[in-house]
Every structure is written in C-alpha cells, then in structure tokens.
C-alpha cells in the first residue's frame, strides 16, 4: 500500500508540469457485483502526445 500511495504521489508532481505546461490527470474507477462478491477498481493515468503512463489497483 505505501507503495502504491509513494507511485500515486509521484504521478501527482509529474503532472504539476515543472518544465512546461501542466498535464491533467485522468481517473476512473469501476465496481463489480457478482455472486461471488463485491471488488472495486481504480485506476490513475497521464497523457502527453502519444505518451501515455497509468496506474491501476483493485480489479
């Protein structure tokens, strides 16, 4: 988990755009109902041109 937070906070200080302009975010989550239980994912991710970098939990 402390990980996962310390890749979270650095994706946050990429995106501030300390050399240019700054890189929005993108975020989505999903929630999955089954028979045999609930699971949630969330996932984290940054786009610049044909650049894309993401980070995902839960599934």
């Known amino acids: 988990m402390k990980r996962s937070l310390a890749i ?22 999903t929630i999955t109902m089954s028979s045999s239980g609930v699971s949630v994912g969330t996932a984290v991710g940054l786009r610049r041109g044909p650049f894309s970098l993401a980070l995902g939990l839960g599934g």
Do not use: F, R
């Open 8 to 29: 979270l906070s650095l994706l946050s200080l990429t995106a501030c755009g300390t050399d240019g302009e700054p890189v929005q975010p993108t975020a989505s989550s």
